[in-house]
């Protein structure tokens, strides 16, 4: 599926009044060095005189991800690639790659990408999480944060036909499964989703839950996943036998099933972070609000809170939403999976009642997300981006450049 996300940074770029030279990752959502390019072509000039921006908004930060050496080596790679360009064919960039000046100019990280040699001293960096000391390293290393929920934007984008589809409309008598869990990649930050499905199995909740199981991510078998956090441990190797096999692409939370919405009670939402302490909601908590869904969030501690911050309500009264205040990711999902069968073993008069009682609450949240949310969202954006842009005018002194020149003079 492709997701044309350009036309996204056009607008981030057309609705404020600063000349910035975007980069961003092509094919969205890589990480590879190779793929952060600038949005569209800029002269010498440009690049010198106006602020540079680095769009990191759709994967979690982590700072040093990549080496030293691979920076250099990538910086190499844009020299020759760049000088090889119809508009740099004049201009000889192969000083850039000279050993002194690489060991300068990757010492400023991925601005060494940007070819930070420009007037101002810091570049932008676009993201969306809060709560980060990720986001505290790269402020302490040459960058001026802006902070934006940039899922939001998107997931509008994603969902904007549930505002219309008529078989979301709720119907009691549809309802077959109690809860809705989509579990597809559990590698990396999303490892405790094999701690989640070994949950499901031991709370005999599979037979009340629409779900599946991915037996591989990464072209790894989840037998032989190597867990980071050892309270994440399973001992059940064989969950591909207890679930249906997960066949979805990474694309499919561009996207919902209105049959899996229409048919199911509560979204347990598994975000991809939950063993972190920072804030990072992607589309996947907003799908089950676009939906008119209530939902359970697997996320980071607190992540109830943050989208409060937004102006919708979440459900305690109804469910026990105590799970959110939890700091240890072992005992969350424990919490979680304990309100599950609480709400699994009601009776279906007290079922009703609750699905009945849940729905008003969604109906109102689906009216904030189609009308005035994403007007918060960007009206954020520009509040943040025009204090970053005073303190990138504060510090445009060229320091980068006056040191390059100190450095070419010794070659």
Known sequence: MSVPLDRLYHYLADIVNHDLIIYRWIPHGSRKLEDLLPLTKFSVTENLSNPQMIC??????VWNFYTKQEIKNQTKRNC????????????????LCYDNILEYTSSQYLRSLTTCVNQYDFTLLLHSEKN??????????????????????????????????????FDIKKIQKDFLIYNRAWSGT?????????????????DCSNTSFSTQDNSLDYRQHQFVNKNLQISNF????????????????????????????????????????RWHLTEKSLRPIACGKPFMLAATPGSLQYLQSYGFET?????DESYDLIVEPHLRLQAIVKEMQRIAQLSTTEKYKL??????????NKQHFFNGFVDQVIAEYKTNLDCAMRIMQQNCTGKHLTEIKKLLKNN
């Open 56 to 61: 990191h908004d759709q994967e979690p930060l």
């Open 80 to 95: 020759h690639r760049e000088s090889a360009t119809q508009d740099l064919k004049d201009y000889n960039l192969e000083w």
């Open 132 to 169: 980060s000391v990720n986001v505290d390293a790269f402020a302490q290393h040459g960058f001026v944060p802006v902070y934006y929920w940039g899922h939001a934007v998107i997931a509008q984008d994603w969902f904007r036909y549930a505002k219309l589809d008529p078989t979301l409309a």
């Open 190 to 206: 999303r490892e405790y989703r094999l701690f989640f499905a070994e949950l499901l199995v031991k709370s005999n909740l599979i």
């Open 238 to 277: 064989e969950l591909h036998k207890c679930f249906e096999s997960n066949i979805a692409d990474s694309s499919s939370s561009a996207d919902y099933n209105n049959l899996d919405y229409s048919t199911t009670g509560i979204e347990i939402v598994l975000e991809t972070l939950f063993d972190d302490g």
């Open 315 to 319: 459900f305690s009264g109804l469910i």
């Open 355 to 364: 699905y009945l009682d849940l729905d008003v609450i969604c109906q109102r």
